[in-house]
């Protein structure tokens, strides 16, 4: 059918946000499609909808402002915030609604199932309470650098409709003895007093201390005064926690936490949705996106999107480089982003990288798929094939 491959990336990217209209329309092409015979095509789109159902049907309403809302004061950008006693460095910054994102940050379905769960939990609290069964009020985010922690936590709490208090915890430390204790029970104090998400990122700096012989007893009171001031909110507003090292963290401020959620490094499936996003508005074909998903394979979201930037910036500048060639140079000047050996085949010579892609398994290329991306034309891919073995 002719400019179905049109049809079907405007699809992509209408689904890419979905909403019930674009749903719905989305539904009625690919009956008026299956009823002409075109089933292949209509299929196509079968398999473009049913993420994005599922992604509809979980995202639940906003939550309504009830938890522990309307007890404390409304937070607004003039509101004073409290400050380092020494250094007058102010202890958080606020985010409201509108810098809050709107996206989940993309992740596999599990993992996206149970946040949502979370938050349905959330939006019963009335109920729930009624029944004395109290719903969770703080959550523990870990894992590696880069994997969208800090996006999920913005994201949560622009979920539950209340402005953040962000404080990284590196910045309350202070190198004045008994400072940080102080600008820790200041922010909660700030922060139980405003209707507010309070949202510690970076949180395994306080464990940095411990480092330090000399700071034993500094950090007992640190972690005394952060105890004290977990289990005080409690009551009070929802706190999320955010730590690229759960190992370091002290395992009473540990099970302070009411939700862990770790998030892993995502798979190359989910490499490969994180790339059409942060490709766009460009369109790829699926073997530009396996080959980009290959090179990348492994790594965080953050490197993703690294590989995404540098994917449209070499199409405008160099915009008849081949992919490999574009490849080539990411692998090149981005030594830490690619795995090691992929790095060795991408850079050594070209029938290396051909043979890899052909060889690797978890992509399953195909000579026609690998060809045009080296420039080639499929029978000169296989007559190389057949020079190398
Ligand atoms: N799974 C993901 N989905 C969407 N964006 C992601 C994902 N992982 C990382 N990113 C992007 O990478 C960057 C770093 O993410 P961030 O949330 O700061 O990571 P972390 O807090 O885990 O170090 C952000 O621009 C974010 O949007
Ligand atoms: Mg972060």
């Given at each position: 059918m002719e400019h179905f491959n049109i049809i079907q990336a405007l699809c992509r990217s209408a689904l890419s946000t979905p909403n019930s209209a674009v749903v719905q329309q989305i539904i009625r092409l690919k009956e008026a499609l299956k009823k002409e015979g075109h089933s292949k095509e209509a299929k196509s789109l079968d398999a473009l909808l049913v993420p994005s159902q599922k992604a509809l049907e979980m995202t639940p309403s906003k939550i309504k402002q009830s938890f522990a809302i309307g007890k404390g004061d409304e937070l607004t950008s003039k509101?004073?915030?409290?400050?380092?006693?020494?250094?007058?460095?102010?202890?958080?910054?606020?985010?409201?609604?509108?810098?809050?994102?709107?996206?989940?940050?993309?992740?596999?379905?599990?993992?996206?199932?149970?946040?949502?769960?979370?938050?349905?939990?959330?939006?019963?609290?009335?109920?729930?309470?009624?029944?004395?069964?109290?719903?969770?009020?703080?959550?523990?985010?870990?894992?590696?650098?880069?994997?969208?922690?800090?996006?999920?936590?913005?994201?949560?709490?622009?979920?539950?409709?209340?402005?953040?208090?962000?404080?990284?915890?590196?910045?309350?430390?202070?190198?004045?003895?008994?400072?940080?204790?102080?600008?820790?029970?200041?922010?909660?104090?700030?922060?139980?007093?405003?209707?507010?998400?309070?949202?510690?990122?970076?949180?395994?700096?306080?464990?940095?201390?411990?480092?330090?012989?000399?700071?034993?007893?500094?950090?007992?009171?640190?972690?005394?005064?952060?105890?004290?001031?977990?289990?005080?909110?409690?009551?009070?507003?929802?706190?999320?926690?955010?730590?690229?090292?759960?190992?370091?963290?002290?395992?009473?401020?540990?099970?302070?936490?009411?939700?862990?959620?770790?998030?892993?490094?995502?798979?190359?499936?989910?490499?490969?949705?994180?790339?059409?996003?942060?490709?766009?508005?460009?369109?790829?074909?699926?073997?530009?996106?396996?080959?980009?998903?290959?090179?990348?394979?492994?790594?965080?979201?953050?490197?993703v999107e690294t590989l995404a930037k540098w994917i449209k910036r070499s199409s405008v500048i160099d915009n008849n480089m081949t992919f490999a060639h574009t490849i080539r140079q990411f692998a090149l000047l981005n030594s830490g982003r690619v795995d090691e050996n992929k790095r060795n085949i991408i850079l050594n010579n070209e029938e290396e990288f051909i043979n890899a892609l052909i060889e690797d398994d978890k992509y399953s290329f195909k000579q026609v798929d690998i060809a045009p991306l080296f420039g080639m034309t499929t029978s000169s891919l296989s007559k190389l094939k057949s020079k190398m073995k």
């Open positions: 509101t004073p915030i409290p400050v380092d006693k020494e250094t007058s460095t102010p202890l958080a910054e606020i985010y409201f609604g509108d810098d809050l994102p709107d996206e989940i940050p993309v992740f596999e379905d599990a993992i996206k199932e149970a946040i949502f769960s979370i938050i349905a939990e959330w939006s019963k609290f009335d109920k729930l309470v009624e029944i004395e069964a109290y719903p969770a009020s703080s959550c523990l985010i870990y894992g590696l650098p880069g994997t969208g922690k800090t996006h999920l936590a913005k994201w949560i709490a622009k979920q539950i409709g209340l402005p953040v208090v962000l404080a990284r915890l590196e910045g309350l430390m202070s190198s004045f003895l008994g400072t940080t204790a102080k600008n820790i029970g200041n922010l909660f104090a700030f922060a139980d007093r405003y209707n507010c998400v309070l949202l510690l990122d970076e949180f395994d700096a306080i464990a940095k201390l411990r480092n330090d012989p000399q700071e034993v007893g500094e950090v007992k009171r640190v972690v005394n005064t952060l105890l004290q001031c977990l289990d005080s909110r409690k009551n009070r507003g929802f706190t999320i926690g955010v730590t690229n090292h759960e190992s370091l963290l002290d395992p009473a401020i540990w099970r302070r936490f009411d939700i862990q959620i770790e998030i892993p490094k995502p798979s190359s499936k989910v490499v490969m949705s994180l790339l059409r996003k942060f490709l766009q508005p460009l369109e790829f074909a699926d073997n530009e996106i396996k080959l980009f998903a290959w090179c990348i394979d492994d790594s965080t979201g953050a490197d």
